[in-house]
């Protein structure tokens, strides 16, 4: 896929998120957890061929952590191998996947948050408080 048309997709993808997402966005963004930055429905490419691309893109992306946040809905359920799979190939990009239920943002967000947090290098976390 081109670069334009990745864009395209995760721009539409912002402008259509779950109410989970919005929760979990609220508490995320401007750097509130720690001042970690992080990014909403960004692409991740890991393969390149030319101008054509090979991409995932998770709800949300701390570039300094590495880390990828993924809120599953009832699709997910269907989708389980699907998700394995794309899971392993950003492990082999160095990147830390980190899976919720949607449940679970609305039932008990400050866990969730916590467990984020926990992934969080404990040196950097010192530095920020």
């Known amino acids: ?12 993808l912002r402008h259509n998120a779950t109410k989970y997402e919005v929760i979990l966005w609220r508490n995320l963004r401007k750097k509130q957890l ?3 930055k992080f990014l ?9 061929i030319g101008t054509d ?10 570039e300094q952590e590495k880390l990828a946040v993924e809120l599953d809905g009832k699709i997910h359920e ?4 699907r998700d394995k799979h794309r899971d392993s190939i950003l492990i082999e ?4 996947v980190l899976r919720f239920k949607n449940e679970e943002v609305t039932t008990n967000l400050q866990s ?3 467990k984020i947090a926990q992934t969080f290098d404990s040196n950097i976390i010192q530095d920020n408080e």
């Open 34 to 36: 720690f001042g970690r």
């Open 93 to 96: 990009k160095g990147i830390t």
């Open 78 to 81: 269907f989708t389980k191998s």
């Open 112 to 114: 969730v948050l916590n």
């Open 53 to 62: 691309h090979l991409f995932y893109v998770p709800d949300f992306y701390c």
């Open 40 to 48: 909403r429905q960004h692409a991740i490419i890991y393969d390149s």
């Open 1 to 12: 896929m081109k670069y334009y048309q990745i864009k395209e997709i995760t721009q539409r």
